[in-house]
């Protein structure tokens, strides 16, 4: 069973990832684009490229962090109803109802409750994962400040780790979804 966890968020990471890069480089280089063109279209020298490069990072980061909640959210549907390794998470209907029953076509509204309470798992395990380095880097770095070492970068690190444990805890705590063999 972990080895179906495994490949679960193996492809569920490199999509993330790959989605979340793609974007957040298009729409950076298209604010850059626009910014280069507003401002008369210079000479591509070594001071003008610098200056280009700089804004692309700067919009690339900011992008990234809203490309990755969206990303977030819309992964989420691709992790249902495929085998992997002899097992399958499936997405319940309401529970409310008498009888619930695996819904087979997942629309975006049908995942609403469940990224809910998947988001906050991440984000708990995300502090835990801070907490944790926090205390690893003061016994065993010396830094300036107390998160000197945190940036965007290691917070999507951290997102990745929490998730493989998040999705273990979603299919076991989560009443709507069900890990079933296949």
């Avoid at 492809?11 to 993330?16: E, Q, R, V």
């Avoid at 502090?127 to 003061?138: D, G, H, N, Q, R």
């Avoid at 965007?152 to 990745?160: G, K, R």
């Avoid at 273990?168 to 890990?179: D, G, P, T």
Wanted: charge should be positive.
């Amino acid at each position: 069973m972990s080895k179906f966890f495994f490949i679960i968020w193996l492809k569920w990471s490199f999509n993330l990832t790959l989605y979340t890069l793609i974007s957040a480089s298009l729409l950076s280089a298209i604010a850059t684009g626009f910014l280069y063109i507003r401002q008369g279209m210079q000479d591509l020298n070594g001071e003008v490229s610098l200056a280009l490069f700089n804004i692309f990072k700067f919009w690339f980061v900011l992008f990234w962090s809203v490309m990755l909640l969206v990303y977030l959210f819309r992964g989420l549907k691709y992790i249902f109803n495929n085998c992997h390794n002899g097992y399958k998470l499936t997405l319940l209907s309401c529970l409310k109802e008498e009888k619930s029953e695996t819904i087979e076509h997942i629309g975006y509204g049908d995942l609403i409750k469940v990224w809910r309470k998947w988001f906050l798992l991440i984000i708990w395990l995300v502090a835990s994962l801070m907490i944790i380095s926090l205390v690893l880097t003061k016994l065993f770095a010396h830094y300036n400040s107390v998160f000197e070492w945190f940036n965007i970068y290691i917070l999507y690190i951290f997102i990745l780790l929490s998730a493989y444990a998040s999705f273990i805890i979603l299919s076991s705590r989560c009443k709507r979804v069900k890990l079933v063999k296949c």
